[in-house]
T-cell receptor, first 110, second 117 residues
């Protein structure tokens, strides 16, 4: 979506950390999400953060939110081959009408 | 098994020939939504529905219609398809805010790949 931007590609070595970045424009965004899409499949919600939070950690995933700069990032620790997928950043004001970024294709190399 | 199903999974049609893509969920979710996915554009929301008989436009509703006569079904209708509607379509559902078991997770169907010639 035009209101959410992400880089298109990321290549990372297995075992390293991946960082996927996203910027958004809507200052009324309340929910910010990260979705994962594996080849030939629909999307699955990885994690989300509320706009009043700075950070959220969930096992290997860390989400950082800089609300002033409207910048969201997803860090995947100890990246594995199963993490190869397309990752979508999304935002919503009400958790019903969502705007997605174009997706970042993450390739994990051995 | 809790799931969102879409039919057909693949469809080739010609310009102007009306078609319907069905979406059904067995989780008794209030909220359902349709998205299209295009390379370089990510997912864009077409329409969503917060309950039976309640529908609202997403970011790209032009050329599409929806209906929500029953809680489990949310068909997407293309009255007069055009080549720019060639895309991958996803239906999704979730528990609505205020419902028991509300969570932010949307459950996505497997997708319908549409080619309009």
């Amino acid at each position: 979506g035009e209101d959410v931007e992400q880089s298109l590609f990321l290549s990372v070595r297995e075992g390293d950390s991946s960082v996927i970045n996203c910027t958004y424009t809507d200052s009324s965004s309340t929910y910010l999400y990260w979705y994962k899409q594996e080849p030939g499949a629909g999307l699955q919600l990885l994690t989300y953060i509320f706009s009043n939070m700075d950070m959220k950690q969930d096992q290997r995933l860390t989400v950082l939110l800089n609300k002033k700069d409207k910048h969201l990032s997803l860090r995947i620790a100890d990246t594995q081959t199963g993490d190869s997928a397309i990752y979508f950043c999304a935002e919503s004001e009400d958790d019903y009408k969502l705007s997605f970024g174009a997706g970042t294709t993450v390739t994990v190399r051995a | 098994e809790a799931q969102v199903t879409q039919n057909p999974r693949y469809l080739i049609t010609v310009t102007g020939k009306k078609l319907t893509v069905t979406c059904s969920q067995n989780m008794n979710h209030e909220y359902m939504s349709w998205y299209r996915q295009d390379p370089g554009l990510g997912l864009r929301q077409i329409y969503y529905s917060m309950n039976v008989e309640v529908t609202d436009k997403g970011d790209v509703p032009e050329g599409y219609k929806v209906s929500r006569k029953e809680k489990r079904n949310f068909p997407l209708i293309l009255e007069s398809p055009s080549p720019n509607q060639t895309s991958l379509y996803f239906c999704a559902s979730k528990v609505g805010a205020g419902e028991v078991g509300y969570q932010e997770t949307q459950y996505f169907g497997p997708g319908t790949r549409l080619l309009v010639l």
